[in-house]
């Protein structure tokens, strides 16, 4: 079993910036696909960020620009850099992994979550 823990999340104003943090298995890190997604009150889970093993990196259009994902193999962790936050972007924001290098935008890819972190920002 994989386990992924976030971190990070909080309250902020519009404008403002949060880093969330995922730690993940070393394999993990280094090797497979992991993405972020989020989740808002009474709606689906959509695709924030995919990052493909080999590197390859796709952003949802409502966070291009603004949001940066990265890894850092020393500390096992996989990291959301989230700038000029917006109030649509409050959600419950989730880590996840799977057995591949290459990722998809369905969650139903998706084997392996963290338990989330809540991002509230507010106008």
């Known amino acids: 079993q994989v386990q992924l823990v976030e971190s990070g999340g909080g309250s902020v104003q519009a404008g403002g910036s949060l880093r969330l943090s995922c730690v993940a298995p070393k394999n993990t890190v280094t090797g497979l696909c992991m993405a972020w997604f989020r989740q808002a009150p009474g709606k689906g889970r959509e695709g924030v960020v995919i990052n493909e093993g080999d590197g390859g990196t796709s952003y949802a259009d409502s966070v291009q620009g603004r949001f940066t994902i990265s890894r850092d193999y020393a500390k096992n962790s996989l990291y959301l850099e989230m700038n000029r936050l917006k109030p649509e972007d409050s959600a419950m924001y989730y880590c996840?992994?799977?057995?591949?290098?290459?990722?998809?935008?369905?969650?139903?890819?998706?084997?392996?979550w963290g338990q989330g972190t809540q991002v509230t920002v507010s106008s």
């Open positions: 996840a992994t799977t057995d591949f290098k290459r990722c998809d935008w369905s969650d139903g890819w998706y084997k392996y």
